[in-house]
């Protein structure tokens, strides 16, 4: 079983993300169980590396994604961090950030969202 957490702090995108993850696994015959957190903070607090991918959106109240991928990164060098965006106005800081904070991958929120299952391998 795939183990994925949405990290997004706007319920209608966090909803979308889980559709998009269910129609993925639905047709490729794929078991995925998929967690949702509203901030950065709430994935960050007790964090026990359970996770197989973690998708999180850049801006949130109060622990942005960047944040949060650094923290989980120093407690979980194996999970697939993905950040998750439609600010592709800011596409260099947000590069340069991914780097930074051990981040695998960058990919929209709408679109072609099943790019983050070909960035995990």
Known sequence: MIRIAVVEDEELYAEQLQNY???????????????????????????KGEYDIILLDIQMRFMDGMTAAEKIRELDSEVVLMFITNIYYQYDSICSARVRSGCNGLCGETGRIFCFFTKAG
């Open 21 to 47: 993850i269910s129609k993925y696994a639905e047709e490729r015959k794929k078991q995925i169980k998929v967690t949702w957190f509203q901030d950065g903070e709430d994935i960050v607090s007790g964090y």
